[in-house]
């Protein structure tokens, strides 16, 4: 026994093969470029060179013309001291390690 077939299309919208439908023209899809309106990149130099110039300019100025850190802030000499009096508490092991694991008691 076997049902009746479904009323309407078949199969149902969705399933079954693909439809293939024509593409339009690609014109009705796309609009036709304006002219190129360089509006934007001039503004953007106009304003971002003459800072660029200002800038480099500012810090050449300030690197030619700076004198340096004074050694002290009284003038005074300030000689370093070498303490040898304690020695630091950790010895640094100048032996190559032994090839296999130790163990240390």
């Known amino acids: 026994m076997s049902y009746p077939p479904p009323h309407g299309s078949w199969p ?13 023209p690609a014109h009705e899809y796309f609009e036709e470029p304006g002219p190129l309106d360089n509006r934007n990149l001039i503004v953007l130099l106009a304003v971002g060179l003459p800072l660029l110039l200002l800038s480099a300019c500012g810090a050449l100025f300030f ?37 296999g694991p130790t ?3």
Request: aromatic fraction near 6%; glycine fraction near 10%.
């Open 12 to 24: 149902p919208p969705g399933y079954g093969p693909p439809s293939y439908y024509s593409q339009p």
């Open 103 to 105: 163990q240390q008691p």
């Open 63 to 99: 690197v030619l013309t700076d004198d340096g850190r004074p050694q002290t802030r009284g003038g005074e000499t300030v000689q370093t001291q070498v303490v040898e009096d304690s020695p630091p508490d950790v010895q640094l092991n100048l032996n190559p390690p032994a090839d």
